[in-house]
């Protein structure tokens, strides 16, 4: 007879995780979270109540089964933890960093509505680590060749999550990708510190392993277009982000000083400026930054200046607090490095001295009545405007479609420079093209990037599969 | 990896010219457009303007000045060595069709980049006047190329070693009043750009410049290239290079060139004290 186990008292509280010091971290690029043990992992697992109806499995964009895969850590199985995550979640190593949790599988938690949620995101981390760590890393044997050749266009999320199935499932896939590095937003967006880049490379080359051939340089729209492109392959999947940063329209954005947060995140991820002048890129914060943004562009781009050295960071954003888009943990830990937050507070004018940023004029915003977004609007209050002094401002506001693939494709329906794709299969006006990702919905998150390109797999699967009979 | 076919000394001292394997883009690229490349693995990423274009061969050419890290770098670079990374061809070619009679304009070595554009001018059927102007004779690059291509060539040279003595816009407003044109298109350096911009205004004539600003990926994501034209803001990798001159607001884009002055002195001087060259 199995020896009963005893009702254990469940703690209310989720395991502590180890963290680099906030004095230390917020002057080096290593990571801020140092991941569980395996004895916290385990801990931190138990609390998990296994629940029957899994909200979190229904608030996860890709249906990770996540009680089974907590349920396989508590009996300390973490190779078949990682194999259930695997089998929904390309890029478990990158979401257990990046996704929004709060706002998905722990914000619906069973335990959260009386304590704190099972730190799900940090246990997909752990087991994703761990399987790096131990033993050689999973290449999935592809099915036999179908003959089909399908062209992914951009490495990002999405791309690589539709190149990873359809390889899984035979079909020969080549992937474009406009910079010299493959990894998209994992690479050029998101900081070493918060996505360490050899977890993006480690992904990127399990691609190649499964036999992905990946192009670098190769800007669709210039060097191929679109027409081309459904000549030379079966079907094609557009994943290319949105990537045209936006400025606010305001005196003074085109002195020196004045950074889009994409510019800023790539000098430092993708060209390593940080490192300058051993790598050769430049990239100046200057003593004072004010960041314009609330969201996690925001927070990376005001968390990097301060890795850079700069001695006060500011975050203008024309909302409270409360409404930060950001990811709690980044707000939290931002605020342990010592951002400032400047809240309710819109830019109105850079002010600049022989061509370089001086200062910014701002005026406070008081919330107003409720807007479509269901946030309450922000007005401004008149009279007070006031000054922050700045050496560097960074536009982290959003950023808009961009053209050069779309632009060339003749016959491919946009909608305000958007592609307008099934939200259930990623299928566009073209025959054969698929899209998904940043490029059809607008900038969104990794998660829900990957949710996409892994519907247009399938869906180019079962296209590829009814043109061969 | 991008194979160096062809080097040579174009102009001494640190003028050269490339020919660079890089069949997708030869294959591709149109007069005015452009590529960015990256020497190595911790090597910026530069545009280079196009001064010729080989589909046939596979191959593109490219005229770089040693006047910092990545270009003294690229000078000591020979025939049958790599550059790691070639990314185009970028932004959009230069409009050729319907020109006209056309004074083509190059100061310095911008005369390379309007090799390819004025034969473009040349072959949809119009007379090509070359303007092209240097400090003296022997710093004159590309005059034989631009021979071939042009109708008339017009040489400025300070000293008045070679041509008339004078600079650029001496000899372009002469042409202009003698023989007019209905467009202008002018490479080179931005002060160069907007003197021939200044001088062709009175005759309102179409001028057309291409802009060399800072960038990044070259692909609309960074915005690091943007300025002013009229009152919109533009993305030269994107929506230029070309724009019309008259429009640019070209003391923004100086100030935006200078962007980085100090920290490329700073690389030009650590490369070089490794290095031992002074």
């Known amino acids: 007879m199995a020896e009963e186990k005893k009702p254990k008292k469940l703690n209310p509280k989720r395991t502590a995780v180890q963290e680099q010091d906030p004095a230390l971290r917020r002057r080096n690029f290593e990571e801020v979270s140092l991941g569980y043990s395996a004895e916290e992992a385990v801990l931190e697992a138990s609390r998990c109540l296994g629940c029957r109806n899994k909200p979190c499995v229904a608030g996860c964009p890709v249906s990770v089964p996540i009680p089974e895969f907590i349920a396989a850590m508590v009996s300390g199985d973490f190779a078949e933890a990682y194999r259930i995550i695997r089998s929904a979640n390309v890029l478990p190593a990158v979401c257990g960093r990046v996704c929004p949790q709060e706002n998905q599988c722990e914000g619906a938690c069973t335990l959260g509505k009386k304590h704190e949620p099972v730190a799900i995101g940090r246990l997909e981390r752990f087991c994703a680590d761990w399987r790096m760590k131990n033993g050689a890393r999973a290449v999935p044997e592809p099915a036999a060749p179908t003959g089909m050749k399908v062209a992914v266009v951009g490495s990002g999320p999405s791309g690589i999550t539709c190149a990873y199935d359809l390889a899984r499932l035979g079909h020969k896939v080549t992937m474009l990708e406009a910079l010299h590095e493959p990894g998209g937003v994992l690479f050029y967006g998101i900081p070493e510190f918060r996505l360490p880049k050899k977890i993006v490379t480690a992904e990127i080359d399990t691609l190649r392993q499964m036999g992905v051939q990946i192009m670098t340089n190769a800007v669709a729209g210039k060097i191929i277009t679109l027409e081309e492109i459904m000549g030379r392959f079966d079907a094609c999947f557009i994943g290319v982000g949105a990537g045209l940063p936006r400025f606010m329209g305001i005196p003074g954005e085109d002195l020196n000083g004045v950074y889009s947060a994409n510019e800023f995140l790539t000098r430092t991820n993708l060209m390593r400026g940080y490192l300058f002048p051993e790598y050769d890129t430049p990239i100046r914060t200057g003593k004072r930054v004010a960041v314009i943004g609330g969201g996690n562009v925001a927070m990376d781009s005001a968390r990097t200046a301060m890795r850079l050295g700069a001695d006060e960071v500011t975050l203008v954003y024309r909302r409270s607090e409360a409404e930060l888009p950001a990811r709690a943990e980044e707000v939290h830990h931002g605020k342990e490095e010592g951002l400032r937050f400047e809240m309710c507070t819109l830019p109105t004018k850079i002010i600049g001295e022989d061509g370089w940023v001086k200062a910014i004029e701002c005026v406070r915003m008081e919330l107003c009545e409720m807007d479509q977004s269901g946030r309450r609007r922000p007005n401004p209050m008149a009279g007070s405007e006031f000054e922050i002094p700045v050496d560097t401002v960074i536009m982290a506001i959003g950023t808009g479609a961009n053209p050069l693939l779309t632009g060339t494709a003749t016959g491919l329906v946009l909608n305000r420079g958007y592609i307008q794709a099934d939200p259930e299969t990623g299928k566009t006006s073209i025959p054969g093209v698929y899209a998904g990702g940043d490029i059809v919905t607008g900038a969104a998150t990794v998660i829900s990037a990957m949710g996409a390109g892994r519907k247009a797999a399938r869906a180019i699967h079962e296209y590829l599969s009814s043109m061969k009979r | ?278």
């Open chain 2, 1 to 278: 990896m991008h194979k160096i076919l062809e080097k040579k000394l174009l102009r001494p001292p640190d003028v050269f010219f490339y020919k660079v394997s890089a069949p997708q883009v030869a294959a591709k690229a149109k007069a005015g457009q452009f590529v960015i490349i990256r020497l190595h693995e911790k090597g910026e990423r530069i545009p280079l303007s196009l001064a010729g274009i080989d589909p046939a061969g596979g191959t593109i050419s490219l005229i770089v000045m040693a006047v910092g890290k990545t270009t003294g770098e690229m000078a000591a670079l020979k025939e049958g060595d790599e550059i790691r990374d070639v990314c185009g061809p970028l932004g959009n070619p230069t409009h050729t069709e319907n020109a006209g009679r056309v004074i083509l304009a190059g100061g310095g070595f911008g005369i390379a980049p309007l090799y390819p554009i004025g034969k473009a001018f040349r072959e949809a059927g119009s007379r090509v006047v070359s303007v092209m102007g240097a400090r003296s004779k022997s710093l004159l690059i590309y005059e034989k190329e631009m021979r071939d291509i042009s109708d008339k060539v017009l040489i400025t040279t300070d000293d008045g070693s070679a041509g008339m003595k004078g600079i650029i816009t001496d000899a372009l407003k002469g042409e202009l009043e003698s023989c007019g044109a209905d467009t202008v298109m002018a490479v080179g350096p931005a002060p160069m750009m907007k003197a021939v911009c200044e001088a062709t205004r009175p005759f309102g004539v179409k001028t057309i410049v291409s802009l060399n600003a800072i960038m990044i990926d070259g692909t609309g994501m960074c915005g690091g290239c943007r300025v002013r034209i009229g009152d919109k803001t533009k993305f030269a990798c994107i929506d230029g290079p070309d724009f019309d001159g008259h429009l640019v607001d070209w003391d923004g884009l100086i100030n935006r060139q200078k962007m980085y002055k100090a920290e490329e002195k700073e690389s030009f001087e650590a490369w070089k004290k490794r290095h031992n060259l002074s």
